[in-house]
Nanobody
Framework: VQLQAYGGGLVQAGGSLRLSCTAS????????MAWFRQTAGKEREFVAA????????HYADSVKGRFTISRDNAKNTVYLQMNDLKPEDTAVYYC???????????????????WGQGTEVTVSS
């Protein structure tokens, strides 16, 4: 499975961006697709995840209420709508996917088998 992430850019604090991540193969019920982010010198951190089976969503506390993860099944694409962006949201954002991940491991980047290239988000104050 290849993942292609895009949609990053430069935005002022309080603004919005939408990231997209498209999978090269048809996604199916066991898929979980997620977004992680990383800044220089820090470990990659979980942002949000979408569980294809049942459509459940999961968020880091730092983005809850501001970010929304959603999917377009026909396009094998997951989106991350980011609103009310803050300078601390500045990072390289990565999408990830896995088909065997158990629910309790959704927030652990080491458990994802497939990764897209990063897309950079910069939020100016």
């Amino acid at each position: 499975v290849q993942l292609q992430a895009y949609g990053g850019g430069l935005v002022q604090a309080g603004g919005s961006l939408r990231l997209s991540c498209t999978a090269s193969t048809r996604t199916y019920s066991r898929f979980i697709m997620a977004w992680f982010r990383q800044t220089a010198g820090k470990e990659r951190e979980f942002v949000a995840a979408y569980k294809w089976s049942g459509g459940s969503t999961h968020y880091a506390d730092s983005v809850k209420g501001r970010f929304t993860i959603s999917r377009d099944n026909a396009k094998n694409t997951v989106y991350l709508q980011m609103n009310d962006l803050k300078p601390e949201d500045t990072a390289v954002y990565y999408c990830a996917a896995d088909s065997t991940l158990i629910h309790s491991r959704i927030r652990y980047d080491s458990d994802y088998d497939y990764w897209g290239q990063g897309t950079e988000v910069t939020v100016s104050s």
